[in-house]
């Protein structure tokens, strides 16, 4: 489950609450583009949810998926990767990536990836060869997107979470619950880690950059008020880590802009980060913008095309959520509901 170990800390208590049940027979118009949310529910509850917005008409579709396939995508929904109009959903709790058509939701199979198969997030290569990261399992898996097969699993640190693709290579971060500080490189030649890489404390998510270097971003320890991690930057053909950002306040996920600045989640709200000085702003937009209940912002995610700046707000963790939407000075502009726990954000054009 992507919860954060920070938040569960603080509310282990909302995991025995459920949602209402939405009507399964509503008819799903076809969208073309837009933005998609995946949202997590709550954990052991059954009550994933993908929810669709469109920017140019203001169209919501809070239960995208159980709408149109008559019932829930399962427990923990975590991740999805898009792929030839399809999208690949990491159920984290129900062992499964679930297929679905990115038009009108329609479910297209399932991978079974059997117990304590966990999918975190997912990285798709072409028709042939796709690669989950597997949290209980410690290892990658593999898998045929086209058949919907398993094809291998490869053993990489404790409890590995994201995971990015580049030079021909995988980067995985592996958290080992909080406690871990090291990437795994798998070759993809010949499908083995060739290299364990240290970096912070705590890494949970990997992208790439726009001068195509691995960032790696390291949580730091929950259990330290101050929570110094921060970002990591490795070189994908020498594998060598080549600069750092350190942070307070337990930096998180992240969005990359194409004029080289970071926006980032931390315990303050959304912190900015400008890449090419290293210029720093802790508080570019404040927790208590994005929530008015706990001040906790909960994904995070930048359209370049619009320079708009999206951010999930959780809310109290136990009902309907929003994604706030920004201008890239950090300006409000408005919103649009969610299901439960809105954990990840994705632009579909």
Known sequence: ?????????FFVTILFYSCSKDNPTQPVTPVTKGVFVINEGLYNQNNSEITFYNPATGQTIANFYSQKNGRIIGD???SMF????KGYVAVDGSN???VIDLKDGTSLGIIDLGQKGSPREIFILNSNRGFVTSFSKNSV?????SNLTITREIPVGKYPEAIAYANFKLFVANSDLGTGNTV?????NTNSVIKTIQVGINPRFVGISNDNRVIVGCSGDFFNTEGIGGYYFINPINLSITDSILLKYHPQDYALTKDNYMFY??????GKINLSNKNVDTVFISGMTINDINGIAYSIAFDEINQK???GNPKNFTQNGEVKIFDRNGNYLKKFETKINPGAIYFYR
């Open 82 to 85: 898009i792929f030839e109009n």
């Open 309 to 311: 700046l999206y951010v």
């Open 265 to 270: 989640i931390n315990d303050k709200g959304v």
């Open 96 to 98: 499964k990536i679930e």
């Open 1 to 9: 489950m992507k919860i954060k170990i920070l938040i569960i800390s």
């Open 184 to 188: 795994s490189v798998i070759d993809l």
């Open 141 to 145: 898996i593999e898998f045929n997107p």
């Open 76 to 78: 923990n929904a975590n």
